[in-house]
Each structure stands twice: as structure tokens, then as C-alpha cells.
């Protein structure tokens, strides 16, 4: 037996539970997605984006990385981003990162955790930007968690100032970018109150 056989044989008991909700499901879902959201979340395995907002597949597209950032030269990121707006029609975008991000809490600490800190580099230039406000705590917990919050509010401005987004809203393409964050000690969002719906509350924003 291969020692992944268990997950094979959740997948099995998975899709079991869902045909027996909707029989239909996997051949409506094979023939098209339709999401109405686009994800841009942290890598981190306890932040599974389409559980904790309650979605099936199909109705959340999702990109993922070390810390929840938005790069103007990541062509991962921009072509998930480009595909979600330009053929998906998604009308929002959520940048959701984690209280208790590791790539966040390693950038406090100064910490060196091999590769990943060339790509850290840009928390590490959010913490440059608000250092008096982060430092001004005392507990390191505290300090993780109002970087993990100024990170967010950094990559939505990030994916606002996209030639993507940008295009979008020139186009008067219905489309809002948000910025959340989720706890892991309890499950639960936190609206961060940054919504940008158009270039000139973009204006504002910045």
C-alpha cells in the first residue's frame, strides 16, 4: 500500500459526500467554473481558503504564497490575477493574510530561513515603511500581528496599482479589492475596512 493511500481514500469519502448532496455536482462543475472571487492568501497549510469562507469548488479562485504578497514582477501571481479579471469576470479580489505568519514573524526577528528571504524582502520593506508603529509595541505577538495587518493593507494598494486592475476599472469593469485576515486561534476573519472599488477611492486610499 503506498503511504499516501489515506488520501486517496479521503478524496474517495469526499467526493462520495458531495454526489450525495448533489449527484450533478462534478459534471456541473467540469463543464465551467464561474467564481465570483478571486483569493490571494498565505501558503500556510492551516489557512485553506475555500473552507474557511464556507465555498465549494468552483466558486473561489485561489492564489497562494509565502506571506500573501502581490509583485509586480511575479508572473505567477499576475497571470492568476489576469485570468480571474480579464475571462473569470471576478468581481472581488480578497488579499487575506494570518495572524501568526511565519514569513511575517521571521521578518520581525530578523530571522534567516534560507531562500525565502529574497522574497520576505518585501515584508521586510512594509516593516521599513511603518517601523515606528510596529516597534511601538512591546510584545512580539502584537508586533507579528499589526505587520501581518499593514501587509495586507500594503499588497491590496499593490493590487490596485496592477495594470490589471488598473485596465479593469478604466474599462468600467465591476471590481472591488478587499483586504482581510484570518485567526487561526479562533477561525475567524477580520475586515480590515480596505476596499478600493475604483481608481478614484484608490486615490484616497494612497
Not at 473569470?88 to 505568519?101: D, E, N, Q, R, S
Not at 530561513?113 to 511603518?130: A, I, P, R, T, Y
Not at 511601538?136 to 496599482?161: K, Y
Amino acid at each position: 500500500m503506498s503511504e499516501l493511500e489515506h488520501l486517496i481514500e479521503n478524496n474517495k469519502h469526499w467526493a462520495k459526500s458531495i454526489t450525495q448532496v448533489d449527484p450533478d455536482f462534478f459534471t456541473k462543475l467540469s463543464q465551467q467554473q464561474a467564481p465570483q472571487y478571486l483569493w490571494i492568501g498565505c501558503s500556510d497549510s492551516r489557512v485553506p481558503a475555500n473552507e474557511i469562507v464556507g465555498l465549494l469548488p468552483g466558486e473561489l479562485f485561489v492564489h497562494r504564497n509565502v506571506a500573501n504578497v502581490v509583485v509586480h514582477t511575479d508572473l505567477n501571481c499576475l497571470s492568476v490575477m489576469q485570468y480571474a479579471v480579464d475571462v473569470l469576470k471576478v468581481k472581488h479580489i480578497i488579499v487575506c493574510g494570518h495572524y501568526g505568519c511565519g514569513g511575517v514573524r521571521a521578518v520581525i526577528q530578523e530571522a534567516r530561513v534560507g531562500l525565502s528571504d529574497n522574497w520576505l524582502g518585501h515584508v521586510q520593506d512594509v516593516l521599513v515603511k511603518h517601523q515606528d508603529e510596529v516597534r511601538a509595541f512591546q510584545d512580539l505577538d502584537q508586533q507579528c500581528d499589526r505587520l501581518a495587518e499593514l501587509n495586507v493593507s500594503e499588497q491590496v494598494r499593490h493590487v490596485c496599482r496592477t495594470s490589471i486592475v488598473q485596465d479593469a476599472w478604466n474599462r468600467g469593469q465591476q471590481l472591488a479589492v478587499h483586504g482581510w485576515i484570518y485567526s487561526i486561534k479562533d477561525g475567524l476573519i477580520r475586515d480590515l475596512k480596505v476596499d478600493v472599488r475604483s481608481n478614484e477611492e484608490f486615490l484616497k486610499l494612497d
